[in-house]
């Protein structure tokens, strides 16, 4: 029984585990969704504000009235008073307590009415200052994931295109060295073809007997008999 328990623990805690994984992993969606709830909640708040300050009014309204009926009633005592009607004037009181009691009704809803007002206005900013709040850390939040994402998207891009860099890097240096080769041939081709040139025109200049021409055994000898003579 106790191995079985244990098993049990165990399955709850692997449980626990994979549901604060879940969690974790869609923290901004449900901190979204939890701040739509809220903003629900305060719409509706705000509605039944609006009906207990209606309410609220109308009673002030109803306080208002029967203040003026009271004391139009108690100007009806007075004149049967005057009249020596003083049946009248007891039938007149009978009302006017009637009203007194209405009075003291209207009254104890309209303070009812107000303090509860009063309640739910502060409830409301309140309410309101904390959604506000909330609203900028979930936009900083969302701003944060999106940056970190670009960055973590960076890093692996990099990390997996290190080795095709390296490749890029090795092929743009064998390209060089081939463009390298061709400049060499060219420029070797161009100063063969140069001294090709110079030593056709030394040639057709030395048979026309013009420039530096080469010493043979006949001048020389010509030259020694000049010489003696």
Sequence with gaps: MGILNKIITAFRGGATEVGQTIVDANSTRIFEQEIRDVEKHLTRAKRDLTDVMAKEMHANREIDRLKRSIAEHEGY????????????????????????????????SNDSFSSHSVRLKELVKKTERQLSAYQRQLTMVKTTESVQKATASITDSFASSNSKLLNAKDSLERIKARQQQFDDRLKASEILAEENSNKSLHAKLAQAGIGEQKSNANAVLDRIKARKG
């Design 77 to 108: 005592v007075t004149q049967a008073l005057d009249k020596g009607n003083e049946t009248l004037a007891i039938e007149v009181a009978e009302k006017i307590a009637q009203l007194d009691e209405e009075l003291i009704q209207q009254q104890t």
